[in-house]
C-alpha cells in the first residue's frame, strides 16, 4: 500500500522515468546500440514478428477502439480491463519490434524511390512522432488510473491525457499497418 501511495504522489516523475527509459530503448534498438550478442537468433521468429505485430496492432486498435466505447457508455470496468488489455498488447508488439530491430535493424523499403520519398517516409515520420508523442500520456493515463481508487480519477487529469493517448495510439498503430503493408505486400 505504501507504494502505490508513492506512486500515486509522483505520477508526473513516474511518467516522465518510464517515457524516458522506453524511449531510450527503442532508440537504443533501432540504431543498434544496446548488447544483443546472447540473444537468440532464429530466423524464423524474426520473419515472423513483423506478421506478429501486424496482428497485435489490429488487436490492439479493437480493443483501443472498444475501451473509447466502454468509457462513453459508463462502463468504467470494461473500459479498465480494454485499455489494460491494450497496453499489453503494445508492450508485447514493442517487445517484439526492439528484439527484431536490434538483431537486423530497421526494415529497408524496398520500392520505387518516389513512392518511398513521397508517401513512405512521411508516413513512416509521422507514424514515429505520434508514437513518441503518445508514450507519456499512456503512462500517465496508466498511472493515475492504477493508483486511484475511481471516483478520485475523475478529479485528475486522466480523462484528458485518455483522449490523447487513445487518438495518437489508434492513428499510429494505424499508420504502422500501412508501413507493414508497404513493406511486406505491397512492395
Given at each position: 500500500m505504501q507504494t502505490q501511495t508513492w506512486a500515486r504522489e509522483h505520477v508526473p516523475a513516474l511518467t516522465a522515468l518510464l517515457t524516458a527509459v522506453s524511449l531510450a530503448l527503442v532508440f537504443g534498438a533501432?540504431?543498434?546500440?544496446?548488447?544483443?550478442?546472447?540473444?537468440?537468433?532464429p530466423n524464423a521468429f524474426l520473419t515472423a514478428i513483423p506478421h506478429v505485430n501486424a496482428v497485435i496492432s489490429l488487436l490492439a486498435i479493437g480493443t483501443i477502439a472498444l475501451g473509447v466505447r466502454s468509457i462513453r457508455r459508463g462502463n468504467v470496468e470494461r473500459h479498465r480491463r480494454l485499455m489494460v488489455s491494450s497496453f499489453g498488447l503494445f508492450a508485447l508488439f514493442l517487445a517484439l519490434y526492439l528484439y527484431r530491430v536490434a538483431l537486423l535493424g530497421p526494415s529497408e523499403f524496398a520500392g520505387p524511390e518516389v513512392v518511398y520519398t513521397y508517401a513512405y517516409l512521411p508516413i513512416l515520420f509521422v507514424h514515429i512522432a505520434l508514437a513518441?508523442?503518445?508514450?507519456?500520456?499512456?503512462?500517465?493515463?496508466?498511472?493515475?488510473?492504477?493508483?486511484?481508487?475511481?471516483?478520485?480519477?475523475?478529479?485528475?487529469?486522466?480523462?484528458?491525457?485518455?483522449?490523447?493517448?487513445?487518438?495518437?495510439?489508434?492513428?499510429?498503430?494505424?499508420?504502422?499497418?500501412?508501413?507493414?503493408a508497404l513493406l511486406y505486400h505491397v512492395y
Open positions: 533501432v540504431l543498434q546500440l544496446l548488447p544483443v550478442e546472447a540473444l537468440p537468433q513518441i508523442v503518445c508514450v507519456p500520456f499512456v503512462f500517465y493515463a496508466l498511472l493515475v488510473a492504477g493508483t486511484r481508487p475511481v471516483a478520485d480519477i475523475y478529479e485528475t487529469a486522466h480523462r484528458k491525457a485518455g483522449r490523447i493517448a487513445a487518438s495518437l495510439w489508434l492513428i499510429s498503430f494505424s499508420m504502422g499497418l500501412i508501413i507493414y
